[in-house]
C-alpha cells in the first residue's frame, strides 16, 4: 500500500481567499498543460503545479521556474473543463512568492516583475527603456541579446528614449490603497510560509 501523502491547505485557502479560485476541483486531465506554449521550457508544468498547491507545497511551487515563465496567455484558463482560472493561479503564487519572500535569487523574470512596479509607480506608466536597460545591466552577458530587435523597435517608433507620463500622483494613491488593503489580507490569513522568509529579491516593494 502507497503511505498517505499528507496535505495542507494553507496555499489553497490563500489562493481561494485573493482569487476565489477552488484548485480542488482540478483532475488532472492535463488540458491546461497540453495548451501550454511554455510548458515545454519548465521544469514543472501548469498541472504540477496545481497539485503543488492542492498539497500545499509551496516551495515546490515557487521553486519551480515555470511560474515565472508564464506569460499570462490564458491558454490554460480557457481549456480548463472545470473552469479553474490557472493563469490567475500562477499570478497568485507569484505575489504569494513575493510577500513571503520565496522568490529564487535566479529567476531573471521575477527581478522583471519588480522593475515593471517600479517604472510603472516612478513615471505613471511603464517606461520601457528603463526596464530594459536595469534588466541588461543586471545580466552584462545578456546585453547584447535582443539589439536587433530594439532597432527594429525603435525605427518603427514602437520604443521612445522619453518616458511618456502618465498620472504619476494618482498611481502612487492607488499602490498606497492596494498595499493598505494586502497588509490587512495578510493580518487576517496570516502567513502562507512555515519557515522564516529570506531577504526579498529585487528590493523592498
Known amino acids: ?8 491547505t494553507t496555499v489553497a485557502r490563500a489562493v481561494a481567499a485573493d482569487l476565489g479560485e477552488n484548485v480542488y476541483k482540478c483532475y488532472q486531465c492535463k488540458r491546461c498543460t497540453a495548451g501550454c506554449p511554455v510548458a515545454p521550457l519548465g521544469d514543472l508544468h501548469p498541472a504540477q503545479i496545481i497539485r503543488a498547491v492542492q498539497l500545499g507545497d509551496l516551495d ?5 521556474k515555470f511560474i515565472w515563465l508564464c506569460t499570462g496567455c490564458v491558454t490554460c484558463s480557457t481549456r480548463c473543463p472545470q473552469e479553474i482560472d490557472v493563469a490567475g493561479v500562477m499570478d497568485e503564487l507569484r505575489a504569494i512568492s513575493w510577500q ?8 531573471p523574470f521575477a527581478d522583471i516583475l519588480q522593475y515593471n512596479f517600479d517604472s510603472i509607480v516612478r513615471w505613471g506608466r511603464l517606461y520601457e527603456i528603463e526596464l530594459i536597460a536595469r534588466y ?14 530594439g532597432m527594429k523597435m525603435f525605427r518603427k517608433g514602437k520604443l521612445s528614449l522619453r518616458p511618456a507620463f502618465g498620472d504619476r500622483r494618482q498611481m502612487k494613491r492607488m499602490v498606497a490603497e492596494a498595499e493598505k488593503i494586502e497588509a490587512e489580507r495578510a493580518a487576517a490569513r496570516g502567513r502562507v510560509s512555515k519557515r ?7 528590493g523592498a516593494r
Open 1 to 8: 500500500m502507497a503511505p498517505a501523502v499528507a496535505i495542507d
Open 60 to 64: 515546490a511551487a515557487v521553486a519551480s
Open 100 to 107: 513571503e519572500g520565496l522568490v529564487p535569487k535566479d529567476r
Open 136 to 149: 541588461k545591466f543586471m545580466r552584462p552577458r545578456a546585453m547584447m541579446d535582443d539589439a536587433l530587435l
Open 196 to 202: 522564516p522568509a529570506p531577504a526579498r529579491v529585487g
